[in-house]
């Protein structure tokens, strides 16, 4: 069975920095794409930026214009953990952070992967 596993959230204030994790049970990310989704009180959840596979060539990563430049993905192959480090954080960034993996159809923004984790809470102070 596999299980996806948020660690890394917390309060931090406009401005500052937070390093989310994500370790896998029963899965091997290199072989996936992964992706972080947040979901905000009241409002859907939306993607956050996300990973493929491990290829030959490497690795693609795409995200959400609302966090180019401040958020980076990124996977530690050799530890088997996706993370996603959360600078410049601002008030709206303030959600529950999701871990996802295993995409179905290609649409890395979508709701389509078959695993997902628990959550972490994410709180940015102005």
């Known amino acids: 069975q596999v299980q996806l596993v948020e660690s890394g959230g917390g309060l931090v204030q406009a401005g500052g920095s937070l390093r989310l994790s994500c370790a896998p049970s029963?899965?091997?990310?290199?072989?996936?794409?992964t992706a972080w989704f947040r979901e905000a009180p009241g409002k859907e959840r939306e993607s956050v930026a996300a990973i493929t596979a491990t290829t030959w060539s490497g690795s693609s990563t795409y995200y959400a214009d609302s966090v180019k430049g401040r958020f980076t993905i990124s996977r530690d192959n050799t530890k088997n953990t996706l993370y996603l480090q959360m600078n410049s954080l601002k008030p709206e960034d303030t959600a529950v952070y999701y871990c996802a993996a295993t995409l179905t159809d290609g649409n890395w923004r979508g709701r389509g992967y078959k695993y997902w984790g628990q959550g972490t809470q994410v709180t940015v102070s102005s």
């Open positions: 029963g899965l091997t990310f290199s072989r996936t794409t």
